[in-house]
């Protein structure tokens, strides 16, 4: 569904991200972590081209995201990104953020994109707030809109850029629970996160990155027990305390 | 616009061209006496404003927003027409005896641009922290000599972008002084096009003088930042 | 002093209306309103060219922002009064010439405000809303300019006060404003010049400070919207100060 070729990217003279080659298949949920400067939010960036590339190619379900002759926003529309900072429209109320791109782009009536947009802010949990704004949510309820808004074009993959790390401490199991839900539902899922218990739970397998490569891919259950590399090695008992 | 041909050498040759340094001049004694005299208008308010009495606060509020919300040209022709009336007579006379379009324009421009400066200014003083008033009083300096040597040097420096904005203000505001009749580049424009019906070339020089000189103020003003250190933070 | 208003409340309102064109103070609103509302789309579309895409039209457009704006306004009213009438064919009258010159100088500072408001925004609102899928001009449309403009509206306002006192310079041009029917009123009278010029400068006075407290208030009521959000990072604004004319 995803495949990286060969993919290498640099900020100026820095290499962010060095020769990538990984897969994640349909279905899947793959969670990916490392220290910070890793690359690992550089990574999922560049998977909807919010981040340009220099080299190889990054596949997703048969087009070149990077090629342009690739109709972007096309693409993007399949692809749903929920930010750390939420970044929700705040001029708009919560039910017009989830139905702006269905109307937009399907050309659906307000009356059937917000019929579908009441179902997945019941899915996650808000159905009492489609008329509020987002200033009046609380950071757990700001990030399950955005959620439910990168829900609303129904698309096969979604991504999730450090989704918890904005959050107060107790807002984190709201928003983590709502992602748990949503991997055992069949989509295609890329996590960055540094919530390894969540990581545990639901990943079908982990990237672990340090300097812009990825030195683990591995189940859980592998990566966590009997990790290869010394850098994750030390990075998981550096949690551990 | 069949049949016109581009002629410059018109404006820039022989009398025209005396003309136009001469408005290029007077432009620039206008420019530079009401800079000097805006900036020292604008210190006083600001030092007054700051001393925290009550009338001189009211004072200088007023100042401002009157200065603020009168078009210039108003204020111009105010100082203009009506201010000479209310001098007494000798300085009248003075002031008729000596130029008195270019002066009345001068100090109308100064005492407009002194009540913006004096806000960038004040600006500035927002952005100093308390301490640095406590400090300089502890060594024994008075209120005057503190805001001398201890908070207006370093006021001015924030201070500067929006003083270097109003700088190219005064200047572009110059023409204005050609309403009451000073010889300045705008109204020696006028007078050149009159002459020669070659309103293209004539109002391209003028244009073009206000653009570059606009340009210099501007690169200027730049040098003047980074030297005083502001790009260093 | 209103003795003279009393006597010549006519001329300073309307000019010679109707025995000729609208003139005086509601020519000078006339004047703003109409070059206000002019100049507005223009300004839309300089400072969308300002931040676009491509490289060609940002270039154009910076040019075009930059002479006008580095321009005093009375020779932006000169190049539209002696030029443009040949240019066109025919002459123009003073009116329409005012407008013309405030709709071309106050579209180079509007654009820059706009540029201004759209490039305050978090960058994390155009990524979510191009993420969604939706194209430039949709992001632009329903996300960017809606927040941008109304963040704007003090900066906004106060250059429309800005605007009305640009108006004054119709008078070296002959065009019936309100300066001008004061002038007119200070020659007629010819002895009461500081009683005419004060009533002049007090009327501008308190439109102007009305419109310029009026912003202020607007601004506070922004910045109190923003600090109640938790999601939205936004910079520190400058207080509101009009430009001078």
Request: charged letters at 15%; glycine letters at 6%.
């Amino acid at each position: 569904m995803i495949s990286f070729e060969n993919v290498s990217k640099w900020y100026g003279a820095h290499q962010c991200l060095a020769d990538i080659n990984a897969t994640v298949n349909s279905g899947e949920v793959v969670v990916v972590c490392g220290p910070s400067g890793s690359g690992k939010t550089t990574l999922i960036r560049t998977i909807n081209r919010l981040e340009p590339i220099q080299g190889g190619r990054i596949v997703v379900n048969g087009q070149d995201v990077h090629s342009s002759a690739t109709d972007l926003n096309r693409l993007r529309s399949g692809i749903g990104f929920v930010f750390q900072q939420f970044n929700l429209f705040p001029h708009m109320s919560v039910i017009d953020n989830i139905i702006l791109a269905p109307r937009k782009l399907r050309g659906l009536s307000r009356e059937a994109a917000s019929e579908a947009a009441r179902k997945l802010l019941a899915r996650v949990g808000l159905a009492d707030k489609a008329n509020s704004y987002p200033g009046q949510l609380s950071g757990g309820q700001s990030q399950r809109v955005a959620i439910a808004r990168a829900l609303a074009m129904d698309p096969p993959i979604i991504l999730f850029d450090e989704p918890t790390s904005a959050l107060d401490p107790e807002m984190v199991g709201e928003v983590l629970s709502v992602i748990k839900d949503l991997a055992h539902s069949g989509i295609t899922m890329m996590c960055v996160t540094h919530e390894m218990g969540f990581a545990r739970e639901v990943a079908d397998r982990i990237w672990f990155m340090d300097r812009g490569t990825i030195l683990e891919d591995a189940p859980p259950s592998e990566f966590f027990s009997r990790p290869n590399h010394p850098r994750a090695q030390r990075f998981l008992s550096e949690l551990r305390h | 616009m069949m049949g016109y041909s581009l002629d410059f050498t018109a404006v820039l040759a022989g009398e025209h061209l005396k003309w136009l340094l001469s408005g290029i001049q007077v432009t620039a004694e206008l420019f530079a006496g009401a800079w000097a005299l805006a900036l020292l208008l604008a210190v006083v308010l600001i030092v007054l404003r700051n001393t925290g009495l009550r009338p001189a606060h009211w004072f200088v509020t007023t100042y401002v927003e009157v200065h603020q919300n009168v078009p210039l040209l108003v204020q111009v022709l105010f100082w203009y027409f009506a201010v000479p009336e209310l001098l007494p007579a000798p300085a009248q006379i003075w002031l008729n005896e000596h130029n008195s379009e270019f002066i009345l324009a001068l100090l109308a421009l100064s005492f407009c641009i002194a009540a913006y400066m004096s806000e960038a200014l004040r600006s500035g003083l927002r952005a100093i922290p308390p301490t640095q008033y406590e400090a300089s009083r502890a060594l024994g300096f008075g209120y005057l000599s503190t805001m001398r040597y201890v908070i207006l040097p370093q006021a001015a420096r924030l201070s500067l972008p929006p003083l270097i904005n109003y700088t190219l203000l005064l200047f572009k505001n110059t023409s204005i002084a050609m309403a009451i009749g000073v010889h300045e580049l705008t109204y020696q424009s006028r007078q050149i096009e009159n002459d020669t019906f070659r309103t293209f070339e004539v109002f391209a020089v003028a244009t073009a003088i206000y653009l570059l000189s606009s340009f210099a103020i501007m690169a200027l003003g730049a040098l003047y930042e980074r030297r005083a250190g502001l790009q260093a933070r | 002093m209103l003795q003279i208003l009393r006597d010549n409340w006519v001329l300073f309102l309307i000019g010679q209306y109707p025995a000729g064109p609208l003139g005086g103070l509601s020519a000078t609103v006339l004047i703003a309103v109409l070059g206000l509302g002019l100049s507005f789309p223009c300004a839309l579309l300089l400072g969308l060219g300002r931040i676009s895409p491509f490289r060609s039209i940002r270039a154009v457009t910076a040019i075009i922002v930059h002479t006008v704006r580095g321009t005093p306004f009375l020779m932006v009213i000169f190049w539209s009064y002696f030029a443009l009438p040949i240019i066109i064919g025919h002459p123009i009258a003073g009116f329409p010439t005012l407008v013309g010159a405030l709709v071309i100088y106050e579209s180079a500072y509007l654009a820059e405000i706009v540029r201004s408001g759209i490039e305050a925004l978090p960058k994390g609102q155009i990524e979510a809303a191009r993420s969604l899928g939706l194209n430039y001009r949709q992001a632009m449309m329903s996300v960017v300019l809606p927040q941008a403009l109304y963040n704007s509206l003090p900066t906004m306002m106060s250059q429309f006060v800005s605007l009305i006192k640009e108006t004054s310079l119709g008078y070296v041009i002959s065009v019936n404003e309100f300066t001008f029917a004061a002038a007119q009123v200070n020659s007629r009278l010819l002895t009461k010049p500081v009683q005419v010029f004060s009533i002049l400068a007090l009327t501008y006075f308190l439109l102007c400070f009305a419109l310029t407290q009026s912003a202020r208030a607007v601004e506070r009521h922004i910045a109190r919207r923003r600090r109640e959000d938790p999601a939205v990072i936004r910079p520190l604004e400058s207080f509101v100060v009009e430009p001078a004319p």
